[in-house]
């Protein structure tokens, strides 16, 4: 059962842009208890934080955490929780899926959909999805 986990795992990349001392990233693949330390990125630039994870795939939220401070991304996918918090969100699409000339699947975005509509109803603000991002938030794909 575990081996069938581990083959579903997504490596994905996560960014912060915007400096700091220390940096952790939280979020509901962490179930929000533990945190991740990022590491400095120099070759992405003095101010950038990074870390790889390893995700299920699905949409996922998350936040860092930068000198002690819950800090969202406003460059990239954010929404408000039932609690009225504001958490970035990621779709992380199954391994194996095809992709179109649009970069979406046709069975990526519907399961996409699929999950994020009761996560939308659930909010009273809805969801921002800006139109332009630095690409903080990476799918690792094996070349």
């Known amino acids: 059962?575990?081996?069938?986990?581990?083959?579903?795992?997504?490596?994905?990349?996560?960014?912060?842009?915007?400096?700091?001392?220390?940096?952790?990233?939280?979020?509901?693949?962490?179930?929000?208890?533990?945190?991740?330390?990022?590491?400095?990125?120099?070759?992405?630039?003095?101010?950038?934080?990074?870390?790889?994870?390893?995700?299920?795939?699905?949409?996922?939220?998350?936040?860092?955490?930068?000198?002690?401070?819950?800090?969202?991304?406003?460059?990239?996918?954010?929404?408000?929780d039932p609690l009225g918090n504001v958490n970035n969100w990621i779709f992380v699409a199954a391994p194996g899926t095809t992709t179109t000339s649009g970069g979406a699947t046709s069975n990526a975005s519907n399961e996409m959909r699929q999950q994020l509509q009761p996560l939308a109803q659930s909010t009273a603000a809805g969801m921002n999805i800006p139109n332009s991002s630095p690409g903080a938030v990476k799918q690792i794909t094996a070349e």
């Open 1 to 80: 059962m575990f081996d069938s986990i581990k083959e579903q795992l997504v490596p994905i990349r996560f960014e912060w842009r915007y400096g700091g001392h220390q940096v952790h990233l939280c979020g509901s693949f962490t179930r929000w208890l533990e945190t991740v330390p990022m590491a400095p990125d120099h070759a992405s630039g003095a101010s950038v934080f990074a870390v790889v994870c390893n995700l299920p795939p699905g949409v996922h939220q998350y936040k860092f955490i930068v000198d002690g401070e819950w800090c969202h991304d406003e460059s990239q996918p954010y929404m408000p």
